[in-house]
């Protein structure tokens, strides 16, 4: 039997590698900052270890997401370092790096692959020497991969987390059958190692290919959808419906305002989580949305009654595929359910938009709103990496985490099934 605790000592996997929190010690939390941007160094950190996220300069960053085999809007530079910088609990998160030839624009290395990460530990309360992709407030992990050399920076990340004393890399919530996921396979496989899927689950999606009636169509009768514009209608007893999308610097900021409004008061508040809550957020978010849009990566689309909002929601994009992120709802108009309403005009808006593919949904599975309306299915699972041959360490680590997840299944599916009555009675 292999003790877990005795191989981190052995391994050195305690110790704080480049900012990244010991697996004993407590997590760092992000310093607010009252103003300013997200702390990114100008020039290249060392090629050859793990580094803090935060010495990673936004220009080469940039570079390999405009070049990624797989999209990620979550791992965007300005998403990921506004969250690094001022979320709650998500700060002070390192950073597997793989560096290739010289880029042809500046002659320095070109970044080729990257992935935040964070301890075992700190992601699990388990003392295991792995790596374990960070939590970028967003219910995605894919690594960034350069599209022309996925494979080589897939290798390279590795070696860097081997050297760094782990045994497995840990990829949380990450496409099953995405091409980032598959060229960690391809190198694998000639050393006889396999990917290791810690759970698995499918997740509401959208293909925006086609015509968006049509796509409602596959996942909602006649009867339902009826019924939708009956409530729908209601809407109009306090003014005009209107459907508007921003996304340019200049009205992201209102647009921001209304849905931290809505989303506070809510559910979520009750329980804590809403963004308003935390100024630490409330200045990600701010940071986050007004960057992006000056990319074209990010809109907020809010739907209103004459004056009055009633949902809105925050999506990211990033090659062709767009994210939601999040939703807020005015809960006084439960009865024509604005978030079912807002999906619906969503929808409209992403089928329309030539530069989308697809959409992930990025919601728990088996939701309740947005299942039935997004009919396509996205393979999302957990996965562990091994590192090397011949290594007993990885099984190890795979069977303790799998009792950690027995123990709370029960308490988190008892939690979502909660969750699901009050977003079904909205």
Not at 180 to 202: D, E, K, S
Not at 246 to 262: E, M, V
Not at 290 to 298: D, N, S, T, Y
Request: proline content about 7%; some cysteine.
């Amino acid at each position: 039997m292999i003790d877990i605790t005795d191989m981190t000592q052995r391994t050195g996997a305690q110790r704080d590698i480049a900012g990244l929190p010991g697996n004993r010690g407590p997590a760092r939390t992000p310093t607010y900052l009252a103003k300013g941007t997200p702390q990114l160094r100008a020039t290249p950190p060392r090629l050859d270890r793990i580094v803090p996220l935060a010495d990673i300069a936004a220009e080469p960053w940039q570079r390999l997401a405009d070049a990624a085999i797989e999209p990620n809007g979550y791992y965007l530079p300005d998403w990921e370092a506004a969250v690094n910088t001022f979320a709650r609990g998500r700060g002070d998160a390192s950073a597997l790096t793989a560096w290739g030839g010289a880029d042809t624009a500046t002659g320095a290395a070109r970044l080729i692959g990257l992935l935040p990460v964070i301890s075992a530990w700190r992601a699990y309360r388990i003392p295991l020497p792995a790596l374990v992709s960070a939590d970028p407030y967003g219910a995605l992990g894919t690594p960034l991969l350069d599209r022309d050399a996925a494979e080589d920076a897939a290798r390279r990340l590795m070696r860097q987390a081997l050297d760094a004393g782990q045994h497995a890399l840990i990829l949380r919530e990450v496409p099953l059958e995405g091409p980032a996921l598959a060229a960690f396979a391809r190198v694998l496989a000639p050393q006889g190692l396999q990917l290791r899927v810690l759970q698995a689950w499918r997740r509401a999606a959208l293909d925006a290919s086609g015509d968006a009636d049509e796509r409602l169509g596959e996942g909602l009768s006649a009867k339902k959808l009826k019924n939708l514009r009956r409530l729908r209608h209601r809407l109009t007893e306090h003014g005009e419906v209107a459907v508007q999308v921003a996304s340019r610097p200049d009205d992201i900021g209102a647009a921001l305002d209304t849905f931290l409004a809505l989303e506070a008061r809510g559910w979520k508040a009750q329980r804590g989580t809403a963004l308003a809550q935390h100024d630490g957020d409330v200045h990600f978010m701010r940071t986050a949305t007004a960057a992006l849009a000056a990319r074209g990566a990010c809109e907020i689309i809010t739907l209103k009654a004459g004056d009055t909002p009633v949902a809105a929601g925050v999506v990211l994009r990033h090659l062709g595929r767009a994210f939601w992120f999040k939703i807020g709802i005015d809960e006084r108009f439960a009865k024509v359910s604005p978030g079912v309403q807002l999906a619906l005009d969503l929808t409209r808006h992403l089928c329309a938009d030539g530069a989308i593919v697809d959409a992930d949904s990025t919601a728990m599975p088996d939701h309740p709103m947005i299942d039935p309306i997004w009919s396509a299915r996205l393979a999302i699972g957990d996965v562990l990496i091994p590192l090397k041959r011949n290594d007993p360490v990885p099984a190890a680590i795979h069977a303790a985490l799998r009792l950690r997840e027995a123990a709370r299944t029960p308490a988190r599916r008892l939690v979502h099934i909660l969750r699901a009555i009050k977003e079904r009675q909205q």
